[in-house]
């Protein structure tokens, strides 16, 4: 993934990280590490997910529009704090496979191609 600007923590700690828009939501792609493991952190209005380099997902159940109602952007302290909320909280998230992310997806495929 490339990335193209740059949030660094309170610690000097640097997230590469992207951004994009649309009428829907907002949507940000950083780069972490985690427990060791390489991911990439997705956020969005609804929901965040980290995908690992392995394949899997860590799931959270936590929305940012809920900890920031009405906005159409995170400022880089919204998506820290948001950051940190999801490391406090990761025992609530749910780890997929790689193995069960694909059968995800093709779930919804099937549902895309009943429309």
């Known amino acids: 993934m490339s990335y193209d600007k740059v949030i660094t923590n309170e610690n000097g700690e640097e997230f590469p990280y992207s951004e994009s828009f649309d009428s829907e939501s907002y949507y940000y792609k950083i780069s972490i590490v985690l427990d060791d493991r390489d991911g990439e952190l997705l956020i969005s209005k609804w929901g ?10 860590l799931d959270y159940k936590i929305a940012p529009n809920e900890l920031f109602p009405k906005q159409i952007k995170l400022t880089h302290d919204n998506i820290l704090f948001y950051m940190q909320t999801i490391l406090e909280r990761e025992s609530e998230a749910k780890l997929l496979t790689k193995q069960e992310v694909e059968k995800h997806y093709k779930n919804y495929l099937k549902q895309l191609n009943k429309f």
Request: proline residues 0%.
């Open 48 to 57: 965040s997910h980290i995908e690992f380099d392995d394949g899997s997902w």
